[in-house]
């Protein structure tokens, strides 16, 4: 299992963006798929975006698309999500997650959770 941790969560007003950043502490890392998943109050863990190991291949829930933005650094052993144009229905826990399957966009694929970081956006 990779131990991630997350940060970079906040409270924000529509419009405004955030930068998420997840660390990992598994060496191959650079083997892994990255995911970042969302949980609203009440609601199922929701897949936002994923990035493959290679970096070849990105995936965007519809929601998300041409506003987040998902990234990794290889060396560092991080992955980001670059949030833009935040909107209200983006609130919610945001957690890191890692997946030894390529391309891999569903909660079930992924074996290694962070704890999460809360993101607020006020109307």
């Known amino acids: 299992q990779v131990q991630l941790v997350e940060s970079g969560g906040g409270l924000v007003q529509a419009g405004d963006s955030l930068r998420l950043s997840c660390a990992a502490s598994e060496r191959t890392f650079s083997r892994y798929t990255m995911g970042w998943f969302r949980q609203a109050p009440g609601k199922e863990r929701e897949f936002v975006a994923a990035?493959?190991?290679?970096?070849?291949?990105?995936s965007y829930t519809d929601s998300v698309k041409g506003r987040f933005a998902i990234s990794r650094d290889n060396a560092k052993k991080a992955v980001y999500l670059q949030m833009n144009s935040l909107r209200p229905e983006d609130t919610a826990v945001y957690y890191c997650?890692?997946?030894?399957?390529?391309?891999?966009?569903?909660?079930?694929?992924?074996?290694?959770w962070g704890q999460g970081t809360q993101v607020t956006v006020s109307s």
């Open positions: 990035i493959s190991w290679g970096r070849s291949v990105t």
């Open positions: 997650a890692a997946a030894d399957k390529f391309d891999a966009t569903t909660k079930d694929e992924y074996g290694s």
